[in-house]
């Protein structure tokens, strides 16, 4: 089983829509979990960085983290086409070592 | 966060040959990492770059095959020796600053081996 579980997708909205990414872990000592959005031929960009549990907005992007159901997601309000990325999650216990997700690819269509 | 260039873009090799992959960031940061991510897979981390001491190299990931040095706060190199296709990947590195977890990535050396 791997340490951080995401759906590769691919996964296409409309314009206009809201995407819903998430994530699975297994390790309960994870305390730090970060989005990150990696367009074509780019490396990732930090979009969301969170402590244990709750929301986090910022913008049209809102992460929630769910430690007791060791679960993470991201949400995108009001889809651009800009958005059209790989979103990756990405957590930590207490140092610099991080865990990744696969990713999920993400097409906003005009 | 910083700003964090690396050279070159990208490379086609020939198994066999060695390729040095540098990483410069714009302002000194505590702590830099190399990572290298295959095709379809997520991100893993190759080892921690020491500033004026021998790199930390994660499971799986020895010094004879990917050398790191880090001269000082702001620059690292990573080589990948003796290539083989298996080794076609993007590199990528990061730097972390101060007592957070945040991690920031440079845009990546894509390497094509053939």
């Known amino acids: 089983q791997k340490e951080v579980e995401q759906d590769p997708g691919p996964l296409s909205v409309p314009e206009g829509a809201i995407v819903s990414l998430n994530c699975t872990y297994s390790?309960?000592?994870?305390?730090?979990f970060m989005w990150y959005r990696q367009y074509s031929r780019k490396g990732p960009e930090l979009l969301m960085y969170?402590?244990?549990?709750g929301n986090k907005e910022d913008g049209r992007f809102t992460a929630q983290v769910d430690k007791s159901s060791k679960y993470i997601s991201l949400f995108i309000r009001d889809s651009q086409p800009s958005d059209s990325a790989t979103y990756l999650c990405?957590?930590?216990?207490?140092?610099?070592?991080?865990?990744f997700g696969a990713g999920t690819t993400v097409t906003v269509r005009a | 966060s910083a700003v964090i260039s690396q050279k070159p873009s990208r490379d086609i090799c020939q198994r066999g040959t060695s390729l040095t992959i540098q990483c410069q960031v714009d302002?000194?940061?505590?702590?830099m990492f190399w990572y290298r991510q295959q095709p379809g897979q997520s991100l893993t981390l190759i080892a921690t770059?020491?500033?004026?001491?021998?790199?930390?190299?994660e499971s799986g990931f020895v010094i004879d095959k990917f050398p790191i040095s880090r001269p000082n706060l702001t620059f690292s190199t990573l080589t990948v020796s003796n290539m083989s296709p298996e080794d076609s990947s993007i590199y990528l590195c990061?730097?972390?600053?101060?007592?957070?977890?945040?991690?920031?990535f440079g845009p990546g050396t894509r390497l094509t081996v053939l």
């Open positions: 990061s730097d972390q600053t101060g007592g957070h977890n945040e991690q920031f």
């Open positions: 390790n309960s000592a994870f305390q730090y």
């Open positions: 770059a020491n500033q004026g001491s021998e790199a930390t190299y």
């Open positions: 302002s000194q940061v505590t702590m």
């Open positions: 990405a957590m930590s216990i207490n140092d610099y070592k991080l865990s």
């Open positions: 969170t402590y244990s549990s």
